[in-house]
């Protein structure tokens, strides 16, 4: 069975190469996706600066209780702050027996100038370096408030410089202050976190704003001590202040690493956008199986009517798809593998993830890659054969080429629900931004090609006999022949209609949903920054600064705003959402937030400001108390005092700065927003004496801020663009597949037709028709599907009703598509026309 | 009425009262309708009548390849109604040869693998020496590693009959099997089919609507609208030929009136 499989695949090259293309593609995206997908789930890396800690105790998510259509139920939020834990447990957890070390770790962004660049440190209390460890190489550890222990890596920098006894500035907490180095320290392990600098416990407490809370504790077991007690002890009391317990592997989870960071985006790309790259790869390679079964009905016929039992044709089906399986996965995973390496590289050029971020694993995406592939083209192949193993052998002995029965009214019904439910979707798209926008458009995108592909025969039907009249009045007699083989084709038509709805779907919509988002939100930026100038501080800069700012000669209004995040309620569960704190005396004339209901003026007190789109979603009017939570777990019930329209630019939240004192990280601010006279010269010399105040600080042309969004929107667009192309281009190739499957399966019918006396010039001409017919089909259901998905998607974030589509857009889809059809059609049939009608008259498709 | 022909014993092929109607309602068409024959082993048939008499459904139905609307059709001493798909098949295929008028072989495999099929198909391990045979008999011996696409009608149809007889079955089926050749390779075929009868007792029953080709046969059958309307041994070419004029102006008649 399996020689003969092969020996009928050898003979049906096309339709097999045609499988083959489809499959070896497919696998090699999925590899792709699952590598990095795998390579994000694999990381685990080892705490660097907290090597030395066997037990960290830290307080970083929250548990809240939801009430959903009249259910509790308990919902776990991370937060976006880190969450703090309270010194005096560190002090308890001192006391416990088998510990030698419970250390109350902070961090202090701090900035060593040295010659004249600029060094970032990051700032402890002294009792933190036992938890890498550091040692002491030169000198001793700090005692004073004004001691430092600098380390060594900043020691090197300076040259030699920096010796036990020199002075330093350090800039810190908003303030420069000179300290003397008391001792040069080093740590025995490597890694990429930034240089450290050890002032005293007392000191280091008084810098980071917040005494009596640290960001973590850090336990430090005593030689001989049982870990698993001291664990139990430590979790006890820890529990008691609501914090918990990381031991082991999750140790290094907290540390804040750009490998984590990129370990976490690998593992939300591969969920959130694979699972869809996989639907798409499953859907194309059935489509390509049912269509390259149907064209050898034929043959199937004959072998039934000769000697193979029903079950012999579907064992033979399922045979020759898994050879092509097999030959597929090994030629696809090399493939695969090959462009996970480019797509690794350009990952790491781009930014995306730090260079030396390892991409391994690959056998168990390989196997789970292969397995898959060869379940579902089988499937497929059963399925399609289902039909075939029904046909009686006297079919064989037909002359004409048989087309199947009816499309099942099953598959109709199913085709109506999912239109429906297409429809249902864009009416309820509720607001998500980001990553989780761009997944719910995808879904509704996919639900429409679905209805589509199970509509595709009726849609080929009526389709044809709406453009009867038009086929036949350009084309003429070709048109007449056109529009009757696309209405007799309906069934046959419906994969490559479907194949070409969704490259036309997806290249239309997606594609420009990102360009849209970003473009809103650099223009929102743009029209909504009424201020020239922007202070900005790497070290943050305190509120005399825009107090300072305010009395310069010639300036309009200084706005301080510090960025935070906050947790909002989102359909049962609560989501971390980016959101400014601002100073609004004079906000307005710095910035313009198009404020719809009420006024900035009345951000006083125990009130918010919320984005049109977030009011919605929280079903919040004027007036109406909202109950959020603040970056560190706080909640807050806050007064809405207004609604506004620029949230891509400026966040869906604006607080008070008062609101968040004490409950960020640090109380400074990280940006003040200046507005100056125009054309007024002792502004501009007033705001240079401004940056000299604060050191570590400079001012920058608001402009240039708005120019570098737009840089760093199209680099995170790039990633997306990039899983968005691959999809569009394998669904090009689905259809490009199916296409010259279908045309060179036409060879007798062709014959036929020119030794009735159609002459190849009009046969030519009746394909052109027929392509043009199809094309225009799918043109106008894949371009409705697109526009219905774009402007929903678009109007939901940015209530703009036109999305903005650039030309160079139009014309690519359409001339890409009809350069398709055409290339992929035309070149079969010209080469089938070239061999003498008698001569193929007399042979089978 | 039924004639005896040849060795007695039961009959190799036995239809009981068939019919087979296709569509429903008023568009239904009765392509057999109560059709009793024996044909018995050893014995050469054809099967004539007009275009529409349903000889080509008789075939068919006979040879298990169609299910008859209602009746018995007995091969040897097997009741095919009642078989599912594949027993069906099965029996088929070692016990019934069918010979199609044309697009009989599959084209990806060469002619010595197309006879070798339903072998492979069943698992039976193939007689090399009666393959030798019948590859001789057929005359295709320095043909065996061709594709279809590569033989002339005449010889895919000699393919096709060393192909029902590789399995040596009890009966072989022949639907117009001469309609696509030339006079000469026509002669060949039935000659050839003539032989297999004479020397090896097979049962050959073949449809046809040519008189020369009949008259090669022992006995002939004439179906017209779906019912058996003469059975009578091998009278002569000319006589046939009659026959079916006959056959042809009643109709007209008929028609006319």
């Known amino acids: 069975m399996l020689m003969l499989a092969l020996r009928m695949l050898r003979h049906r090259i096309g339709s097999a190469v045609a499988t083959l293309v489809a499959l070896t593609c497919g696998v090699m995206i999925l590899m792709s996706m699952g590598v990095m997908v795998e390579s994000g789930m694999r990381f685990t890396p080892e705490p660097q600066r907290y090597g030395a800690a066997d037990i960290l105790v830290a307080d970083r998510d929250m548990t809240i209780e939801t009430t959903e259509f009249g259910e509790t139920s308990t919902v776990t939020v991370d937060l976006p702050a880190g969450g703090s834990v309270p010194v005096t447990l560190a002090e308890r957890i001192g006391q416990l027996p088998g510990v030698a070390v419970a250390a109350a770790d902070r961090s202090i962004q701090a900035v060593v100038p040295i010659d004249e660049t600029a060094q970032g440190a990051l700032g402890h209390g002294w009792s933190s370096a036992a938890l890498t460890p550091y040692r002491i190489v030169d000198g001793d550890q700090p005692d004073t408030t004004d001691e430092v222990a600098v380390d060594v890596r900043l020691a090197s920098a300076a040259g030699g410089q920096l010796r036990p006894g020199d002075q330093v500035p350090v800039l810190a907490a908003g303030s420069v202050q000179q300290y003397r180095i008391s001792g040069i320290v080093d740590r025995t392990a490597a890694g990429d976190q930034p240089p450290?600098?050890?002032?005293?416990?007392?000191?280091?407490?008084?810098?980071?704003?917040?005494?009596?809370?640290?960001?973590?504790?850090?336990?430090?077991?005593?030689?001989?001590?049982?870990?698993?007690?001291?664990?139990?002890?430590?979790?006890?009391?820890?529990?008691?202040?609501?914090?918990?317990?990381?031991?082991?592997?999750?140790?290094?989870?907290?540390?804040?690493?750009?490998?984590?960071?990129?370990?976490?985006?690998?593992?939300?790309?591969?969920?959130?956008?694979?699972?869809?790259?996989?639907?798409?790869?499953?859907?194309?390679?059935?489509?390509?199986?049912?269509?390259?079964?149907?064209?050898?009905?034929?043959?199937?016929?004959?072998?039934?009517?000769?000697?193979?039992?029903?079950?012999?044709?579907?064992?033979?089906?399922?045979?020759?798809?898994?050879?092509?399986?097999?030959?597929?996965?090994?030629?696809?995973?090399?493939?695969?593998?090959?462009?996970?390496?480019?797509?690794?590289?350009?990952?790491?050029?781009?930014?995306f993830i730090p260079h030396g971020f390892p991409f391994d694993g690959g056998v168990l995406t390989a196997v789970a890659v292969s397995v898959a592939t060869v379940v579902v083209a089988v499937s497929a192949a059963l399925i399609a054969a289902r039909r075939t193993v029904r046909i009686r052998p006297t079919e064989a002995l037909g002359e004409i080429a048989v087309e199947p029965a009816r499309s099942s009214v099953l598959r109709l019904v199913a085709g109506l629900i999912a239109l429906g439910g297409g429809v249902t979707l864009t009416m309820f798209t509720t607001a998500l931004r980001g990553q989780a926008g761009l997944s719910a458009a995808l879904g509704m995108l996919f639900v429409f090609v679905l209805a589509a592909a199970l509509l595709a025969p009726w849609i080929n039907r009526y389709a044809a006999q709406l453009l009867g009249p038009v086929l036949r009045a350009v084309w003429g007699d070709s048109g007449y022949l056109a529009a009757a083989n696309l209405r007799a084709n309906a069934q046959g038509m419906a994969t490559v209609l479907t194949a070409l709805v969704l490259s036309v779907g997806f290249g239309g919509s997606i594609w420009f949903l990102q360009d849209n988002l970003d473009r809103q939100a650099i223009a929102q930026t743009r029209d909504g920054t009424l201020a020239q100038h922007t202070l900005m501080s790497a070290v943050g800069l305190p509120a005399s600064a825009a107090a300072d700012a305010r009395e310069l000669p010639g300036v309009v209004a200084a706005t301080p705003i510090r960025r935070t995040s906050v947790i909002l309620p989102v359909m049962g569960g609560a989501e971390p959402f980016g959101a400014q704190a601002i100073d609004p005396d004079g906000a307005d004339r710095t910035m313009d937030l198009s404020v719809t209901d009420g006024s900035l003026a009345d951000l006083r007190g125990d009130t918010v400001a919320l984005s049109n789109l977030q009011a919605a979603t929280l079903g919040a009017d004027l007036g109406d108390q909202v109950e959020i939570w603040l970056g560190d777990g706080t909640p807050v019930t806050l007064r809405l005092v207004a609604i506004y329209e620029r949230g891509l630019a400026f966040g869906d939240v604006t607080l008070n700065r008062e609101t968040v004192d004490g409950h960020t990280p640090t109380n400074l601010d990280d940006e003040v927003l200046i507005r100056t006279e125009p054309g007024n010269a002792e502004a501009v010399a007033g705001l240079a004496g401004l940056v000299e105040r604060y050191p570590g600080s400079g001012l920058i042309d608001t402009g240039a801020v708005g120019a570098q969004l737009a840089t760093d929107l199209a680099l995170s667009a790039w990633m997306n663009k990039l899983v968005i192309g691959v999809m569009v281009g394998y669904a090009a190739l689905a259809a490009a597949n199916t296409m010259i499957m279908a045309a060179l399966t036409r060879s007798r019918e062709l014959a036929l037709l020119r030794l009735v006396g159609v002459t190849t010039r009009q046969v030519k001409r009746m394909v052109h028709a027929e392509q043009v017919g199809l094309l225009g089909t799918s043109l106008l259901i894949g371009g409705a599907i697109a526009t219905v998905t774009l402007v929903s998607v678009v109007r939901m974030m940015t209530g703009q009703l036109v999305p903005y589509v650039p030309p160079l857009g139009w014309i690519s889809i359409i001339g890409g598509t009809t350069l398709l059809a055409l290339v992929t059609t035309i070149a079969p049939i010209s080469a089938l026309l070239r061999t003498p009608p008698v001569n193929s008259i007399g042979v089978k498709e | 009425m039924t004639v005896r022909v040849g060795q007695t014993a039961d009959p190799a092929v036995r239809v009981i009262q068939l019919a087979r109607t296709y569509g429903s309602g008023p568009q239904a068409v009765t392509a057999l309708g109560g059709v009793d024959a024996d044909f018995h082993r050893g014995t050469f048939t054809a099967v004539m009548g007009p275009s529409g008499s349903g000889k080509s459904t008789l075939l068919q139905t006979a040879a298990g390849l169609d299910r008859p609307s209602s009746g018995q059709v007995w091969i040897g001493d097997q009741e095919l109604s009642r078989l599912s798909e594949t027993k069906l098949t099965k029996l088929r295929r070692s016990r019934i040869g069918f010979v199609f008028q044309a697009f009989n072989l599959i084209g990806a495999l060469t002619v010595e693998e197309n006879i070798h099929l339903p072998l492979r198909l069943s698992g039976v391990r193939p007689d090399a020496a009666w393959l030798r045979q019948v590859v001789e008999r057929v005359g295709l011996a320095d043909r065996l590693h061709h594709r279809p696409a590569e033989l002339s009608g005449g010889q895919q149809q000699r393919v096709a009959i060393a192909r029902a007889l590789a399995m040596r079955p009890e009966v072989i089926f022949c639907d117009e099997p001469t309609g696509a050749l030339d006079t000469q390779t026509a002669a060949d075929v039935l000659a050839l089919l003539r032989s297999v009868v004479d020397d090896a007792q097979q049962t050959v029953i073949m449809v046809t609507h040519d008189p020369v080709a009949a008259s090669y046969a022992d006995r002939v059958m004439v179906l017209a609208d779906g019912r058996i309307v003469r059975d009578m041994p091998q009278p002569g070419a000319e006589q046939i030929a009659e026959q079916l004029a006959w056959l042809g102006r009643r109709q007209l008649v008929t028609q006319e009136s």
């Open chain 1, 196 to 351: 450290a600098l050890f002032f005293t416990d007392d000191h280091a407490a008084a810098l980071s704003g917040s005494p009596d809370r640290a960001g973590l504790i850090g336990i430090v077991l005593a030689a001989g001590a049982d870990p698993a007690a001291v664990t139990a002890e430590v979790d006890r009391l820890a529990a008691e202040s609501g914090a918990t317990v990381h031991t082991g592997t999750e140790r290094a989870g907290l540390e804040q690493s750009e490998a984590l960071m990129a370990a976490d985006m690998l593992i939300q790309l591969g969920s959130v956008l694979g699972g869809y790259v996989a639907g798409l790869v499953m859907f194309v390679v059935a489509g390509t199986i049912g269509l390259a079964v149907r064209h050898r009905r034929r043959d199937l016929a004959l072998l039934r009517a000769v000697a193979a039992t029903p079950g012999q044709v579907r064992l033979l089906v399922v045979a020759e798809v898994a050879q092509l399986a097999i030959v597929a996965v090994v030629l696809g995973i090399p493939a695969g593998l090959w462009a996970t390496d480019w797509v690794h590289r350009q990952l790491m050029d781009r930014g």
